[in-house]
């Protein structure tokens, strides 16, 4: 493997492993599960050729690394792929001249930070795989990757299900009021797209059903000790409430990195 080769092999769990996709075919594989995903089950609307390739695709593929799980008890290659996570890297947002989240958020002070960067989106699972060890293997392999690339700040739009304000007004207070980003790096949305997420007394939310509540993704950055940012953004053609989510990424290194290491076999 050379110092330009993005991967860092594969970390394996039984039938299951993560790794970087490395063929057009694989790609093309994430694409296919996304559709299925955002668009047959979670309601997104697909214009003519998103509907007639039955592929979720955009301009940032072409640039982004994307990280798979794959069971290998269904072969091998494109077949395999299950689970996915769209990884773009300042390198590959200045080829396109653009990062995903600017078209919601002003992102420049994250921008503004030393160290690399690395924006995550577009993340799915098969409806098969959806179990807490799928997700804590696709987060070992968020962690190889920040590893690998000395990543400083991992960023991106995390989404919650419906653009239903009062439904979702209990989980946008709780997250603005106990997990905003400190200032010096805290993404805005953009103004024509701000949400106010304080919808409602904070004090009067029932906590430990709000967590319940919020997708297991926006969990995970929790975990992390991660951060939202100022605002939500209702993206209609996903039919999703968005809201942006960054961790420093040292604790993603010491949660998951190391314990994928050690219990899981290491990397090939």
């Known amino acids: 493997m050379t110092d330009n080769d993005p991967g860092f092999g594969e970390l394996r769990s039984g039938n299951l492993g993560v790794r970087l996709a490395v063929d057009a075919?694989?790609?093309?594989?994430?694409?296919?599960?996304?559709?299925?995903?955002?668009?047959?089950?979670?309601?997104?609307?697909?214009?003519?050729?998103?509907a007639a390739t039955q592929r979720d695709?955009?301009?940032?593929?072409?640039?982004?690394?994307?990280?798979?799980?794959?069971?290998?008890?269904?072969?091998?290659?494109?077949?395999?792929?299950?689970?996915?996570?769209?990884?773009?890297?300042?390198?590959?947002?200045?080829?396109?001249?653009?990062?995903y989240s600017a078209a919601e958020y002003d992102i420049s002070r994250i921008l503004a930070a030393e160290g690399e960067l690395v924006e995550c989106g577009r993340s799915c699972v098969d409806a098969?795989?959806?179990?807490?060890?799928?997700?804590?293997?696709?987060?070992g392999?968020?962690?190889?990757?920040?590893?690998?690339?000395?990543?400083?700040?991992l960023f991106g739009c995390a989404s919650l299900p419906g653009t239903d304000l009062?439904?979702?007004?209990d989980q946008l207070t709780y997250l603005a009021a106990n997990h905003m980003a400190p200032e010096a790096i805290r993404p805005r949305a953009l103004p024509d797209r701000y949400v106010e997420m304080m919808r409602r007394d904070p004090a009067g939310i029932d906590v430990k059903r709000t967590l319940v509540d919020l997708p297991p993704l926006?969990?995970?950055?929790?975990?992390?000790?991660?951060?939202?940012?100022?605002?939500?953004?209702?993206?209609?053609?996903?039919?999703?409430?968005?809201?942006?989510?960054?961790v420093k990424t040292d604790q993603i290194t010491d949660k998951y990195y190391r314990h994928y290491e050690r219990k899981v076999g290491g990397r090939d």
Do not use: C
Request: charged share 25%.
């Open 25 to 50: 075919d694989e790609i093309d594989a994430v694409q296919a599960l996304r559709y299925r995903v955002f668009y047959n089950e979670m309601g997104a609307q697909a214009d003519a050729t998103t």
């Open 57 to 99: 695709r955009d301009d940032f593929d072409a640039v982004a690394d994307h990280l798979l799980v794959v069971d290998h008890d269904r072969g091998e290659g494109a077949q395999s792929v299950v689970g996915t996570y769209r990884l773009i890297r300042r390198p590959a947002a200045a080829r396109l001249g653009r990062w």
């Open 128 to 139: 098969a795989y959806r179990t807490r060890g799928t997700l804590q293997l696709l987060w």
């Open 141 to 153: 392999g968020i962690a190889a990757y920040v590893f690998k690339h000395r990543i400083a700040i």
């Open 166 to 169: 009062d439904a979702l007004s």
């Open 218 to 246: 926006v969990k995970g950055y929790l975990r992390l000790g991660g951060f939202v940012g100022d605002g939500a953004v209702l993206d209609h053609q996903f039919n999703t409430t968005d809201v942006a989510v960054l």
